[in-house]
Structures are given as C-alpha cells and as structure tokens.
C-alpha cells in the first residue's frame, strides 16, 4: 500500500467520524469532494487540520475563534471558502 492512498484513508475515516454531527458532514463532503485533486503536501495540510478537535475548527470556520486558530495555507482557504449546497 502506498503512503498516499493510506493518507487518504485516514484522512476519510477522521473527516467521517468526528464526533459532532455537523462537523462529520462539513468535513466529509468537504474532504470528498477535494481528496483526489490534493496533492501529497496538501494531504498532510489537510490531515494536520483534521487532527484538531470539532470545537476548535468549528469556531475557525465560522468566524467565532480568532482566525489563527488553525494554520493559514492553501488547503484551510479551500475549507474556509466551502460551503454544503
């Protein structure tokens, strides 16, 4: 198995079972959406933000917390910026 599919497999399972409901459905339509045009470096961005707990990345991605809870790069402006339809 090579290191990126693995990724993407724990990238999947942490963005699916959360532990808040709505962070589960944020996250997975999100990391559905946008896993298989991410690189490896973005991969790794995007797990780092994912092993931060529902409270602090809700009150990052609503506005509530102070922007600098979560790093500022490529892969938190996609999230930022996602909306569920």
């Known amino acids: 198995m090579n290191k990126i599919y693995s990724l993407k497999k724990k990238i999947k399972y942490r963005s699916e079972y959360r532990g808040i409901k709505e962070?589960?459905?944020?996250?997975?339509?999100?990391?559905?959406?946008?896993i298989d045009t991410l690189n490896y470096d973005d991969?790794?961005?995007?797990?780092?933000?994912l092993k931060n707990d529902d409270d602090k990345i809700f009150k990052w991605y609503s506005g509530i917390g102070h922007k600098?809870?979560?790093p500022s790069n490529n892969v938190s402006k996609l999230l930022k910026d996602f909306k569920i339809k």
Do not use: A, G, Q
């Open 43 to 49: 991969l790794i961005k995007l797990y780092e933000i």
């Open 23 to 34: 962070m589960d459905i944020l996250l997975s339509k999100f990391v559905n959406k946008y």
């Open 68 to 70: 600098d809870l979560l």
